[in-house]
């Protein structure tokens, strides 16, 4: 089942950390990157190997690590990768960042005597301009990667812009990156995980925000705070109006194989039909 909710929480808040696992995410994120200070980053590794290694945990646990254009991600990976993450997120990605990322872990997997390949990657795709270039470019690149999300903080900063209109809207330019990053998973196989979004007390606008990335093909959704994570997880949940109509699109399909086009409830039904049953049913 794809992920849905994936929680951040800084790597250096003990307090965060202890409360995690409550709040019914489908994975955490320990942020080794912006939440953490500079002057804290080494103390926030170490913290955050101490809790991959809590023998109660049982919810899947990603590691955010530092930009390796920021020369801190090396650091980050030999002090976590023994702990045994669930997976990495990297951030202000691109497909030679993630090669680079690849060939840097098979060494350290080998040093640290895990199975090499094994540990699964999600980037962060378009929080740089070339990432908004390139997010279409990650088929083939690493046998790693498991999906694709969209940063706006990031790439708003970079380009020296305001990533939302009066109407908390998105403005075009980020909508462009918004899409791409669907696309581009698509393009890869893989999951597309729509962006956080830093507004948590207007819940209204976060379930509409939530509503619109699931028809747009995003899976699941990042969240900066528990309480955007059972909007997430109800939006993304399929209802079970969608699994039935799924079910009987792909029963029909089965009973009547040699056609390409059926009727069902007074509607034609054809193979993208099936496709999407099929993609719907997936997620359970």
Known sequence: ???????????????????????????????????????????????????????????????????????????????????????????????????ELDRRLLQLEQQAGLQGGALPVWVLATETPRGVFTVGDFAGVSARLRGLSWGNEDLAAEIGAVNRGADGQYTEMFRIARWLCVLGAAAAGVDAIDGACMDFRDLDAFARECQDARRSGFVGKLAIHPAQVPLINSTFTPSAEEVQWARRVVAAFAEQPELGVIGLDGKVVDRPHLRLAERLLARL
């Not at 980053?41 to 390796?68: E, F, M, W």
């Not at 254009?69 to 993450?85: E, F």
Request: aromatic share 4%; glycine share 8%.
């Open 1 to 99: 089942m794809p992920l849905r909710s994936l929680l951040f929480v800084p790597g250096d808040s003990e307090r965060k950390l202890a409360g995690a696992l409550n709040h019914g995410a489908d994975a955490l994120i320990l942020d080794l990157e912006d939440s953490v200070a500079p002057a804290r980053k080494v103390a926030a590794r170490q913290r955050v190997a101490d809790y991959l290694r809590h023998p109660g945990r049982s919810t899947p646990c990603l590691v955010r690590i530092n930009a390796i254009q920021t020369g801190l991600a090396w650091d980050d990976l030999s002090a976590v990768l023994a702990a045994r993450p669930d997976g990495l997120l990297l951030p202000k990605g691109d497909p030679l960042l993630l090669a």
